[in-house]
């Protein structure tokens, strides 16, 4: 980094770090851990790529037309390199274009200014050669207190670019800091304009948001703000289902629950968006016994939610049936939304779908058991295990449970015997064809598959040679040989 300061003063012009490593460096982290490096300087692009070059940096396009130009500092692994390092001209108050990554761009003068252009006080930190902050907003102090508070007007730097709403939530989620009271306002008010910005964008950001280990205050501030509504609105029945429900308090409050789920979730971003998606169907599957006359509850008929009983009817019921397959299809209609990618997508939805699967598992399933569960997992068993660890948690689910350590031992062992999913030997089909005297066609992938269920049931065994499943085949199956 010394080498790139030293170029920019060589060549008489000015060069800080800025953004998220200065934030995390106020916060005590190490430049070791930081791997994105932006900075400011005063150097029009062109001469920025120009300084670069002269001293030896490898450059690369990051958008030129911007302001940014990229280069790769080199330098010990052990210290975390090489670092990719973004240069960027002093920008002045910017209007970044609705929905695209790329802003309109305007030149500043000063690094005062450029900080200026920044969404908060605490991204709004610059740092010289020398370690010295330039701190105009008072970044360290609110870093110091624990705030989010917007540079200048929060009205206006939100509605600069809206997005902004999900990084109070992301940055809420990974530092546990609280918003200030008028940037909250100001993001209640502006909510509606996420639908302004690229849903790829609402993806990144909540990608970061579900895997910060405060992500369930951040989802509640998306909650309070209505900013929830507006990205996820499946979740708002979820989040006010306890209000509404007509039956009085009777089951519990789901949106608690599901935002202890996302945290024990980890950093597993599968794992994060089934947790938060898990209780999802519940609000389109709740059936409430004996049926209560009227309407599903105050919200819906603009009431108070004390116009609703607050004692659980007695002898009532409520129920949820296949609410877990109404989240696998929920979620495929909001993955979409969200640009998830098809395997993510995919996963999420299995996940949903059998979310708890894996809490059936008990000490006399017998080996075939284990392969069936494994084969229905369609290779998510891992996520469902994964999954059906954080549903045990919750409060409700008590002590004891399904053991999924020795669950995933036992297939661990299954797998290591090579006995746990199962494969015929290569050439099978030809063998079939000349035992049987048959012609290529459909009866031999019948075949196969028999085989298959025959090794899953463990009535014959694994890794076997082709005449070996050939006499099973006709033990088992004689009719079909004689046919
Ligand atoms: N920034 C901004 N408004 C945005 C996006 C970014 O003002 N909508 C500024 C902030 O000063 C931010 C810097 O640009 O710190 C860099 O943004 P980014 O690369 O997104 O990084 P951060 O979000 O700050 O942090 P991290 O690198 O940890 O993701």
Redesign the pocket.
């Known amino acids: 980094m010394e080498s790139l300061f030293r170029a920019f003063h060589d060549a008489g012009r000015e060069l800080f770090l ?3 490593a200065v ?1 995390d460096l106020a916060m005590g982290a190490s430049y070791q851990d930081l791997d ?1 490096l ?1 900075f400011c300087t005063d150097a029009r692009p062109a001469e920025s790529l120009e300084i670069l070059r002269r001293a030896n940096f490898r450059t690369y396009d990051v958008g030129i037309e911007f302001g940014t130009v990229g280069a790769v500092l080199k330098g010990k692994s052990s210290e975390g390199y090489p670092k990719d390092v973004q240069v960027t001209t002093y920008r002045s108050k910017e209007m ?1 274009s609705r929905g695209s990554r790329h802003p309109v761009v305007s030149y500043g003068n000063s690094v005062e200014e450029d900080l200026w252009r ?2 908060f006080s605490i ?2 930190i610059a740092m010289d050669a020398r370690g010295n902050y330039v701190d105009p907003y008072n970044g360290r102090g609110d870093i110091e207190r624990g705030i989010l508070r917007a540079v200048g007007d929060p009205l206006e730097r939100l509605t600069e ?1 809206p ?2 709403i999900l ?1 109070i939530a992301r940055f809420m989620a990974r530092l546990g800091f609280k918003t200030d009271p008028g940037l909250e306002r100001a993001a209640h008010v502006k909510a509606t304009f996420l639908l302004d910005i690229a849903r790829q964008r609402w993806l990144q950001e909540m990608n970061k948001l579900l895997i910060g280990e405060h992500a369930p205050a951040a989802l509640d501030f998306l909650a309070r703000t209505r900013a929830l509504g507006v990205i996820l609105p499946e979740l708002v029945a979820l989040v006010e289902l306890p209000r509404r429900c007509p039956a009085g308090p009777v089951h519990e409050d789901f949106w608690a629950l599901t935002c202890a789920r996302v945290k024990r979730a980890g950093d597993n971003k599968v794992l994060s968006w089934a947790a938060l998606l898990a209780d999802v169907g519940r609000p389109w599957t709740r059936h409430v016994d004996p049926p209560i006359e009227g309407i599903d509850g105050p919200t819906l008929a603009g009431l108070s939610a004390s116009a609703y009983p607050q004692e659980p009817f007695p002898g009532t019921s409520v129920t949820f049936h296949n609410h877990a397959a109404m989240a696998g299809l929920m979620a495929k209609g909001l993955g979409r939304r969200f640009h998830f990618d098809t395997a993510t997508l995919d996963e999420v939805a299995f996940v949903l779908g059998s979310q708890r699967a894996a809490l059936a598992y008990s000490a006399d399933w017998a080996d075939p058991d284990v392969r069936r569960f494994v084969q229905e997992m369609s290779g998510h068993h891992a996520h469902v295990i994964a999954f059906g660890r954080i549903l045990q948690r919750d409060p409700a689910e008590g002590a004891g449970g399904a053991d999924l350590d020795d669950l995933e031992a036992r297939i661990a062992a299954l797998a290591a015997r090579g006995a746990l999913v199962p494969e015929v030997p290569t050439g099978l089909g030809g063998a079939l064809m000349k035992a049987f005297g048959l012609k290529p066609g459909p009866i031999l992938g019948e075949l196969v598959e028999l085989l298959k269920e025959e090794m899953l049931d463990g009535r014959v065994g694994f890794g076997l040679e082709a005449a070996d499943y050939i006499a099973h085949l006709r033990s088992v199956r004689p009719d079909l040989i004689a046919g």
């Open positions: 800025v953004g998220g934030r994105d932006d970044y920044r969404d991204n709004s670019d997005l902004r990084r």
